[in-house]
């Protein structure tokens, strides 16, 4: 299986392939989306985000997402803008007709790192101890793999679970 990983972000959306096999995780693609504020025109960064993520998916065909939940913060019109961000990392893998996981960064974290207050620092050392060799983008490609392995783990959790109830039935 196939899993996209989106940490979302107005500026700098990161993103992150990976194939899943069984337990085994083995590094795709990773990068960022970048919409520029120059000119503070909210539409067409939204729409700058939505034609790369577009992208994204039509050249990794991924055949599950993930997206992070966003946290409020003290900035209520920081936190209304990144959540339509999150927008558009919802949208388009639904465009593509996958379902999309939603996990909170504290979930994220005690998945990858066992730990839900993890830094930053600490998730890029797991990514890079789950997916060996890998060559991460920057932080926010970073998160989106650890998106991506969270909802790899959670789904082949589900899969046990399921599998454990048919064999009790």
Request: glycine letters at 10%.
């Amino acid at each position: 299986m196939r899993v996209i990983g989106i940490d979302p972000g107005l500026r700098n959306l990161g993103w992150g392939v990976i194939d899943v096999a069984g337990s085994r995780l083995t590094h795709v693609a990773n990068g960022i989306c970048h919409s520029d504020a120059g000119d503070g025109d909210l539409a067409a960064r939204l729409l700058s985000l939505h034609a790369q993520l577009t992208e994204v998916l039509r050249a990794w065909a991924p055949e599950a997402a993930a997206v992070e939940h966003t946290f409020v913060n003290k900035d209520a019109v920081a936190t209304l803008k990144l959540g339509q961000a999150r927008g558009i990392a919802l949208l388009v893998p639904a465009q593509f007709g996958l379902s999309v996981g939603e996990y909170a960064p504290n979930a994220v974290k005690k998945t990858v790192v066992g730990v839900g207050h993890a830094a930053k620092v600490q998730v890029d050392h797991m990514v890079k101890l789950h997916l060996p060799g890998v060559k991460v983008a920057g932080p926010d490609a970073a998160d989106a793999l650890a998106v991506a392995i969270c909802h790899a783990h959670h789904v082949q959790s589900q899969g046990r679970l399921a599998a454990a109830v048919r064999a009790a039935e």
